[in-house]
């Protein structure tokens, strides 16, 4: 049977883990909508997508998640241009790394305002277009090995990520009877901009190869693989849960 291309929007998908996930749709030759904060860079991985990474279509636009009226702009934009929503991937996320008796009250709500409240926006707006149209849908929450432990410098972040994952079986709840699943991934150490900073010093590095067990940091594509398995046909039945993927190392007490 010929392969529809699915409408994929996935926030924060510029570069990192969301561009990624994107490239991994893209290789399906879904039609994509890279929503991101900065326009200039959401408009260029559009443009690497349809050239070279096999998505039947892509555009880019700005949106800033943790503002409602941005989010709505977004949606209306990709109804108008593409008609439906299939699925969502929340994945714009931010992480300070501030020590929690540091942190000044406008550090904690803007993480709480992107990571969890901007999850939020996306998911209840995409979610009225997804009943609408009556042909069900996927909801995918990017969280964190952070939604269940967390340290002095992630307390945002986790509090965000615990947050969101009750967000996603909140909605799965809520939408399983249009059809509509609601999953979460929760990645564990993935080089990008994020973390670079981290992880490509000497120690860290090391550390990396005793604490996953599978022996390497991992890498956006690891996640999009995971996505595109959550928006499948045979993830039809999967609704409320969170897929880790961290090469074992939550499992791991080494
Ligand atoms: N990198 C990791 O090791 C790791 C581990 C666990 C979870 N995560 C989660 O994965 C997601 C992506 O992380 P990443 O490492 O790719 O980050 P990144 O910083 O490399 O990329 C984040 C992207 O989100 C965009 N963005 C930031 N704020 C936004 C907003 N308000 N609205 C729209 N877009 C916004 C940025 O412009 C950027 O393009 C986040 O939710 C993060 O918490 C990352």
């Known amino acids: 049977m010929e392969y529809t291309p699915r409408v994929v929007i996935i926030t924060g ?35 690497g997508l349809t050239e070279s990474a096999g998505a039947s279509e892509a555009i880019g636009l700005a949106c800033d998640v943790a503002d409602r009226a941005s989010v709505r702009a977004m949606i209306d934009a990709v109804i108008e241009r593409m008609g439906r929503i299939d699925v969502l991937v929340n994945n714009a996320g931010i992480c300070p790394f501030v020590d929690v008796m540091e942190m000044t009250p406008e550090t904690w709500e803007r993480t709480i305002d992107v990571n969890l409240n901007g999850a939020f926006h996306c998911t209840q707006i995409a979610a009225e277009h997804m009943i609408a149209a009556g042909d069900g849908g996927r909801v995918i929450f990017i969280t964190s090995l952070a939604e269940n432990v967390t340290g002095p410098a992630q307390v945002d972040y986790g509090a965000s990520k615990g947050g969101l ?12 009877r249009h059809g509509i699943t609601c999953n979460a991934i929760a990645p564990g150490m993935i080089l990008t901009d994020m973390t670079r900073h981290h992880w490509e010093q000497p120690g860290p ?48 007490c080494v």
């Open 165 to 176: 994952r009750m967000t996603m079986v909140g909605f799965a709840t809520a939408l399983g």
């Open 13 to 47: 998908a510029a570069r990192g883990i969301g561009y990624g996930i994107a490239e991994c749709f893209a290789a399906k030759g879904d039609r994509l909508v890279i929503a991101d904060l900065d326009r200039a860079a959401a408009e260029r991985a559009a443009a």
């Open 205 to 252: 590095a090391e550390e990396i190869k005793v604490r996953v067990p599978v022996g390497r940091i991992g890498t956006p594509t690891d996640i999009g693989n995971a996505a595109v398995f959550l928006a499948s046909k045979e993830a039809e039945y999967i609704s409320g849960v969170t897929l880790r993927v961290d090469g074992g190392h939550q499992a791991c």
